[in-house]
């Protein structure tokens, strides 16, 4: 599985989206996660080594905390492949549904 392929599945799971909307541009540690998504410290804790191990996060530890952080440049890479990927199909989808520019009249190969 690529790096990108694991990223996407992590991303799947609607609590780890919301503990990447929590850490976007704070430290937080897994008790204000846990806090801030309404589950247990052990299911945050358990969510959080997820995204840790898929580089989507890091970690600083402060005395006895440990401290989690958005990784903004993993995202960013993550957000370029989906846009590589779909932009141009979903251009030539746009282009389909509002079909030909000449007035709506079918091709000759449409007919």
């Keep these: 599985m690529s790096d990108s ?26 008790t204000e996660v846990a806090q801030g998504c ?26 006895t905390q440990r401290l989690y952080l958005a990784r903004l440049d993993k995202l960013a890479e993550l957000r370029e492949l989906l846009e590589n990927f779909w932009g141009e199909r979903l251009s030539a989808l746009q282009a389909a ?10 091709a000759e190969n449409e007919r």
Aim: charged residues 25%; contains cysteine.
């Design 5 to 30: 392929e694991a990223c996407l599945r992590t991303l799947a799971h609607p609590v780890r989206r919301r503990i990447l909307d929590l850490l976007w541009h704070t430290e937080r540690a897994s």
């Design 97 to 106: 549904a509002e079909g030909p520019s000449d007035g709506g009249a079918p």
């Design 38 to 63: 309404g589950i247990s410290r052990p299911a945050a804790s358990q969510q959080l080594k997820v995204l840790l191990n898929a580089d989507l996060v890091t970690v600083r530890i402060r005395g």
